[in-house]
């Protein structure tokens, strides 16, 4: 098998799921705040609602605190961080995946620590996020799949 070139994947969410995150909460908070129950119930829930929120709104913080992942052969990743220096890792076994983005964990070599990154589709360049798809969900040992996405198994 050739050796393929490593992936540069930029990481964080985009700009749709930022929209759709507000969205989603906007939505939810305005149905909770207008339903036909005491007000009491309304304004917990429209609380409940708004604690969600903030809470997504810090797990994501999180994650957009690594800027670009460099994946390397054999499931070798450096992390390049803001304002930080770059932390050697792992891929973690228990990624999600979907055509639109993916979350991928990340073991740090050098502590015990587990990271949680997302990558979205639209932030980076098609080809490097179907190789993405394909180490993840394949390995790292997977055969290329052609352009037109026919295995020849003759």
């Keep these: 098998m050739a050796?393929?070139?490593?992936?540069?994947?930029?990481?964080?969410e985009s700009r749709w799921l930022r929209i759709a995150r507000h969205g989603l909460f906007a939505t939810a908070a305005s149905m909770l705040a207008f339903a036909p129950t005491?007000?009491?119930?309304?304004?917990?829930?429209?609380a409940g609602v708004g604690l969600v929120a903030m809470l997504a709104s810090i797990?994501?913080?999180r994650m957009t605190?690594?800027?670009s992942l460099h994946l390397m052969a054999h499931d070798m990743v450096t992390l390049r961080r803001v304002d930080l220096p770059e932390i050697q890792a792992t891929l973690?076994?228990?990624s999600w995946c979907t055509a639109w983005m993916t979350i991928i964990?990340?073991?740090?070599?050098d502590r015990q620590k587990r990271l949680r990154v997302l990558?979205?589709?639209?932030?980076?360049h098609p080809e490097d996020y179907r190789r993405l798809l394909r180490l993840i969900r394949l390995g790292p040992d997977s055969v290329p799949v052609p352009e037109n996405g026919i295995l020849d198994t003759r």
Aim: hydrophobic share 35%.
């Design 92 to 94: 973690g076994s228990d």
């Design 3 to 12: 050796h393929e070139p490593p992936i540069d994947l930029v990481t964080g």
């Design 105 to 109: 964990p990340l073991n740090c070599l």
């Design 65 to 67: 605190r690594i800027r």
């Design 119 to 124: 990558v979205c589709r639209s932030r980076n």
């Design 38 to 46: 005491d007000p009491i119930w309304r304004w917990a829930a429209v």
């Design 59 to 61: 797990r994501l913080g």
